[in-house]
């Protein structure tokens, strides 16, 4: 049996929670949340019981899920990484690049197992693209486009509403949400070598928080990607798309990250083929993220994702924030 302490008992908390209880290999023993209201519900839902300090569960447990908000993450994590405990991370790793370089330094130093938890990879419509693009049916890759937009953080709430909202925890949707698709792009193979964005807030109570994005970029084979993003819209709509020399891929659908219908066309095809992957945005990928990383736990595998994932996609928000203010390309 795995045991595991749950540290920020936020919104996210929740879904890692239900995953958890459904695995019969893996039990929460604690919950640790600056807000004792929230600790109280997640350790209700994991029958755990709430704790003051990390230290007072490191001699129970072989692993933390690390789900604060990622400002707070490195002092937990130095603390359980320095005790020889397994890191399930939330993505973004962090917000700043120096405790990005440092929780991947700690994951090495201290030899344990350490996934940024980009649950997409887990999804079946990204895995359906990631398996054509990877397998070579698509051919080599020109261009790629992510589209989504919708209702998201910060649109018609209170400020504070969330952490995503507080003016102390706020790192905006590049850093937040954009991490997603950059992570995304790198698990078809490709690396972002370059990045040229327009990135625009739209709350007046809260300047520092981006909620539009517009960020062209350069690839390492010469080809392109384009990201469309917005936590802003009225109306929720999803199009990731990937071209190649061989044939053409689509995932999309209603919700910003709903995946429910696939569209391939490919040389030798007599017509596109359409699938309906009916993937909505919920649970399951937490708990296949979950079910993953136990695996990985219990034949000491490193996962697929793992602390450089996480630094790597951080270097592309960041260098994609860089890029607005200076409204020149940037390198990575």
């Known amino acids: 049996m795995i045991k595991t302490a749950i540290i920020g008992a936020g919104g996210i908390a929740e879904k890692h929670a239900q995953a958890v209880n459904r695995l019969p290999d893996i039990k929460v023993i604690g919950v640790l949340d600056i ?10 839902l994991c029958n755990a019981r709430v704790i003051d300090r990390i230290e007072d569960v490191l001699d129970e ?15 937990y994590a130095e603390t359980a990484m320095n005790a020889g405990k397994h890191i ?6 962090a917000v700043s690049l120096e405790d990005a370089q440092k929780l991947t330094e700690l994951s090495h130093k201290n030899n344990i197992l350490f996934m940024t938890a980009f649950n997409m990879r887990f999804r079946k419509g990204y895995l359906k693209l990631q398996e054509d693009v990877l397998s070579g049916r698509l051919g080599e890759i020109v261009s790629i486009w992510i589209q989504r937009t919708g209702p998201g953080s910060g649109f018609r709430t209170p400020l504070r509403d969330s952490w995503r909202t507080d003016p102390e925890l706020a790192c905006g949707m590049s850093v937040e ?10 698990g078809l193979g490709l690396e972002i070598t370059s990045v040229f964005s327009w990135v625009k807030g739209t ?3 809260l300047p520092s928080f981006d909620n539009n994005a517009h960020v062209i970029m350069g690839l390492n084979n010469g080809g392109s990607a384009v990201v469309n993003a917005s936590w802003d819209s009225h109306l929720p709509m999803s199009s990731r798309g990937v071209i190649g020399t061989k ?8 919700g910003f990250f709903d995946f429910m219908e696939y569209r391939i066309f490919t040389d030798g095809m007599e017509q596109e083929d359409v699938i309906n992957i009916n993937d909505p945005f919920d649970a399951e990928s ?18 697929c994702i793992t602390a450089e994932n996480g630094l ?3 270097k592309v928000s960041l260098a994609i924030l860089e890029s607005n203010k200076k409204r020149l390309p940037v390198e990575i």
Not at 177 to 186: A, E, G, V
Not at 247 to 254: D, F, M, N, P
Not at 286 to 303: G, R
């Open 203 to 205: 709350r007046a109570d």
């Open 88 to 93: 399930l991370c939330e993505k973004p790793i």
């Open 177 to 186: 949400s954009l991490s997603h698709d950059i992570d995304m792009i790198r």
């Open 61 to 75: 447990v072989d692993m933390i899920h690390l789900l604060t908000p990622p400002s707070r993450r490195l002092e």
């Open 286 to 303: 937490y708990y296949e993220e979950n079910k993953y990383f136990l695996e990985c736990i219990q034949k000491n595998k490193k996962p």
């Open 35 to 44: 807000n004792l209201n929230n600790a109280y519900k997640i350790a209700g």
């Open 312 to 314: 790597e996609a951080l």
């Open 247 to 254: 044939g053409t891929a689509v995932l999309s659908g209603r």
